[in-house]
């Protein structure tokens, strides 16, 4: 007869057992990751650490970066390029639409531009704190049409969408001190299309003709960081600034300046794109990439579609059908490097799931009747012990049950966050003492 585990019993089980433990004052190790059911003449309550464990780092392969699989937390773009010794460089940039601010725009006669200005608010920076080290920016026109209805992937072959010798804009310049990015383009390829009221009776119209704009850097030798921009932002528009003649409505005097804002909204497609050239790093990244024959001492994650770590947790099926056993608490312990994270902030929390196709991919202990259980369930950077944690008890219950047989788990950035998330970090893996490892209580029926 099999165990039916319930989360109410579960605490209540957790209560019973920790004042048990408590007065035996006696932590009672296991044969954990060696033999991993314990013998009749062991004590009730059991604490052990497995570290009998598969950990391998694995190359993402092409992931959503269109705004609809962006989070709503870090709904940002990025561009930039910086070079990390331990994960080599990374350069990022962006596709975006711009859209009439209103229909039927007239912008009168006699049409004399002053200027075309794409201002780009900026939220913040991961790299070099001082953004000291000098990039080449430069914005582009899109040559083929972006769609909200499309979905795009990292794979996109970006050289397909613009014309490199055709910028609107560039220049190379140490990006500090920018609260708001103020880039002036060359109006001359929109003058025709501004000109005629016809390509802007609205946005149908006005999209098929003004595609879009990419922003990009050239990846840098050293140093170097990645900008975040909301282009969300009310302070993210392109404006043209102009003269005119007569408008719909009246004359307007020709010395009068006038704006004109093209908005890039929730309605605009924007395609997030970043490239990782391993080649460039100090480490051994590229040597214990997708090598899952060997573990590593050093596993990777990284976020912008980089790294993830695939877990191997097969060593707990000899779990199977041991229906005298109950877990208590189970942790998986994720160490952090040391000094592996000075320079470079690792993420705030990682993710840890099924390493499957299907569309259930969380761990019953994340989730409770459609209840979210995120404290619980952990994943969260500890600064001051350098580990994320994560409890799985429940999980590890379901495999003494049978209810599960999957031991493939993946341990990296959450799927919602990898387009927008540059953070990465290097863990301890279990062949290193104090590494990754699955701290244990259980009870002997």
């Not at 989070?71 to 962006?94: C, I, K, M, Q």
């Not at 051994?284 to 990777?300: F, K, P, Q």
């Amino acid at each position: 007869m099999k165990i039916k585990w319930n989360w109410a019993k579960q605490h209540i089980l957790l209560l019973s057992i920790s004042v048990l433990f408590l007065q035996s004052c006696n932590e009672e190790s296991g044969p954990l990751g060696t033999d991993i059911i314990p013998s009749d003449d062991q004590a009730l309550v059991i604490v052990d650490t497995i570290k009998n464990i598969g950990a391998y780092t694995i190359k993402e392969g092409a992931i959503r970066c269109d705004e609809d699989i962006n989070s709503t937390a870090r709904d940002y773009n990025l561009v930039g390029s910086y070079v990390d010794a331990e994960f080599g460089t990374t350069t990022a940039g962006f596709f975006t639409q711009v859209r009439l601010s209103k229909n039927s725009v007239n912008l009168g006669d006699d049409l004399n531009i002053d200027s075309l200005v794409l201002y780009l608010d900026v939220k913040g920076h991961y790299g070099d704190s001082l953004q000291a080290y000098k990039q080449t920016l430069s914005v582009y026109q899109l040559t083929d049409s972006i769609s909200k209805d499309e979905e795009y992937e990292s794979d996109i072959d970006v050289a397909g969408y613009y014309n490199e010798s055709e910028p609107l804009w560039q220049k190379t310049y140490a990006p500090a001190g920018d609260s708001v990015l103020a880039l002036k383009l060359d109006a001359d390829p929109f003058f025709d299309i501004l000109n005629d009221t016809n390509n802007l009776i609205d946005n149908d119209i006005f999209t098929a003709l003004v595609k879009g704009l990419y922003i990009k850097t050239e990846a840098v030798d050293f140093g170097g960081s990645i900008r975040y921009f909301d282009l969300l932002s009310e302070q993210s528009k392109l404006t043209l600034y102009y003269q005119s003649g007569e408008e719909t409505g009246g004359v307007v005097p020709a010395s009068k300046q006038k704006t004109f804002d093209f908005l890039i909204n929730d309605n605009c497609a924007r395609i997030n794109l970043f490239t990782h050239d391993y080649s460039t790093a100090t480490s051994n990244i590229e040597s214990v990439m997708n090598d899952t024959a060997t573990i590593h001492d050093l596993l990777y994650v990284q976020g912008l579609g980089g790294v993830k770590v695939k877990l191997d947790l097969a060593n707990l099926l000899t779990w199977r059908d041991s229906m005298n056993y109950i877990i208590t608490r189970a942790e998986l312990v994720v160490p952090v490097l040391e000094d592996s994270y000075s320079e470079y902030a690792p993420p705030s929390i990682l993710s840890l799931l099924f390493d499957t196709d299907e569309s259930n991919v969380y761990l019953p202990d994340q989730y409770h009747n459609g209840v979210l259980y995120s404290d619980y369930f952990g994943g969260i950077y500890s600064a001051s012990e350098h580990t994320y944690t994560f409890n799985i008890a429940q999980y590890m219950q379901q495999i003494i049950v049978g209810e599960t047989t999957n031991t493939n788990l993946e341990l990296g950035i959450y799927p919602r966050e990898k387009p927008v998330l540059t953070n990465r970090t290097i863990l301890k893996s279990p062949s290193l003492d104090g590494g990754l490892s699955i701290k244990i209580t259980y009870m002997k029926l």
